[in-house]
């Protein structure tokens, strides 16, 4: 395990459903993060959150929704996606003052059906 | 200014060659470069990072390339093996701000006996 863990692994969802994606960190970090990995296309980075405030919003449609309890912990949570959402949802944590490298999770596959 | 563009977008190497990607960017004020190695199925892994103040880090097989005046960086890979067939993501960030990694495209490299 890398540190960082996100639930489930795989997703099947349809167009119509609501879900959420978890991701839980114990590495101290202060700084959470969700990217997008579609094939053949940059990381694309969604969400930013340090100390549990969301410090960006990378135009991301309403259709996807973080949430940030604690430093701890990170949720995306899905509600009627579209079939171009399909990707590799990758979230990572570090400390947030100072440049350090990301700890990456291991990513939940989504496929919208 | 904010892209980090990286070539090649794939790479054959046969076993015991040396495999080179290279990257460039624009934006002057960063000054972290870290490089990440992804598998199939798992999210990326920190690999190697160098900050600009030097022009040169290597851990074992893996070497950073660093040349500040051409806003270029590069990772060699020595005695390149087949278990190194993985894909490479270079990225940037500066300081203040926060931890903000700018990736670059990606290089998916194979190593062949």
């Known amino acids: 395990e890398t540190g960082v863990t996100q639930t489930p692994r795989h997703l099947v969802m349809g167009m119509t459903n609501k879900k959420s994606l978890k991701c839980e960190q114990h590495?101290?970090?202060?700084?959470m993060y969700w990217y997008k990995q579609s094939a053949k296309k940059p990381l694309e980075l969604m969400f930013v959150?340090?100390?549990?405030?969301?410090?960006e919003n990378n135009s991301v449609p309403s259709r996807f929704s973080p949430e940030c309890p604690n430093s701890s912990h990170l949720f995306l949570h899905l509600h009627t996606l579209q079939p171009e959402d399909s990707a590799l949802y990758l979230c990572?944590?570090?400390?947030?003052?100072?440049?350090?490298?990301?700890?990456f999770g291991s990513g939940t596959r989504l496929t919208v059906v | 200014q904010q892209q980090v563009k990286q070539s090649p977008q794939s790479l054959i190497v046969q076993k015991g060659g040396i495999s080179i990607i290279n990257c460039a960017y624009e934006?002057?004020?960063?000054?972290?470069f870290p490089w990440y190695q992804q598998f199939p199925g798992k999210g990326p892994a920190l690999l190697i990072a160098?900050?600009?103040?030097?022009s040169e880090k290597k851990e074992g097989r893996f070497t950073i390339s660093f040349n500040k005046s051409a806003k270029q960086f590069s990772l060699h890979i020595m005695d390149s093996q087949p278990g190194d067939s993985a894909t490479y993501f270079c990225?940037?960030?500066?300081?203040?701000?926060?931890?903000?990694?700018?990736f670059g495209t990606g290089t998916q490299l194979k190593v062949e006996l």
């Open positions: 990225a940037a960030s500066m300081t203040g701000g926060g931890n903000k990694l700018t």
């Open positions: 990572a944590s570090s400390r947030w003052q100072g440049n350090y490298g990301y700890t």
């Open positions: 590495l101290g970090h202060n700084a």
């Open positions: 959150y340090s100390l549990e405030e969301r410090v």
């Open positions: 934006n002057t004020a960063f000054d972290y």
């Open positions: 160098i900050r600009p103040d030097v």
